[in-house]
């Protein structure tokens, strides 16, 4: 795989941290956050403790910081450096809320971390990416799963907002794009039409098919095949098969 995305429940182990370290190292590109490192098996995912997570929290040799314990709660994510930071230019966002979460308290460990996305009050990071060998780790300071990061109601937020985790998603969605792809007509990103649409793609059999789940409008996007693009639009309803 290309990219792993740890969204839900985990129990971790000593065994899994290095399969990832391996798999990161080899040039995979992984999302992970606070408790999918806790090695608790009894679904505890509210009152464990840094006690509970792999290593006793010493996440250096994969994403480069030391969890200490738990941080403070915060409201708001703001990019950092916007200028100069290609998640933001990507998902042209600067901010992100209301959150009532809560950080970890982190060392940093290694100071060649990238700072992504911050707490806006404390300027704790919220997000970090480290470079590792041939791949990339997306660490998310969470105590909390990923999910209560899609509310979306900051003063950038509009009726079609993802949230920050599925900014996140599609950000590194894009970092490993496939040989088959879809984009909005014209453009280089996905867009609203390309959310009705389902996409396969079977390389072994040549095959790709797509299927317009919405029953009452057409949606038109640009299917991406190496370098061939190909604007198609699809009827309500629709599956077709292209070879």
Known sequence: YKALIFAGWNTASEKQYGILLDYVKRG??????????????????????????????????????????????????????YANNDFAQTVKRHGYGVFYSQLGELEITDPELETLIIDQEA???????????????????????????????????????????ADIIRYIAKLARPQVFMTGKGLNEPDAECSFINLAAYPDQKLICLYNIDFEKPHTFDLHCGPEVKTITLAPREMRQIC
């Open 28 to 81: 995979g590109i992984l999302f992970i956050s606070l408790p999918q490192f806790s090695k608790d098996i009894t679904r505890n995912y509210t009152n464990y403790t840094v006690d509970d997570l792999v290593n006793g929290g010493d996440l250096s040799e994969l994403c480069g910081v030391r969890v200490k314990g738990r941080g403070p709660r915060f409201y708001w994510g703001t990019v950092y450096d």
């Open 123 to 165: 300027f704790k990071p919220l997000l970090l990416r480290r470079k590792l060998g041939k791949g990339q780790v997306f660490f998310l300071n969470s105590w909390y799963y990923p999910g209560i990061y899609g509310h979306d109601c900051e003063g950038e937020a509009t009726t079609n907002s993802h949230g920050m985790f």
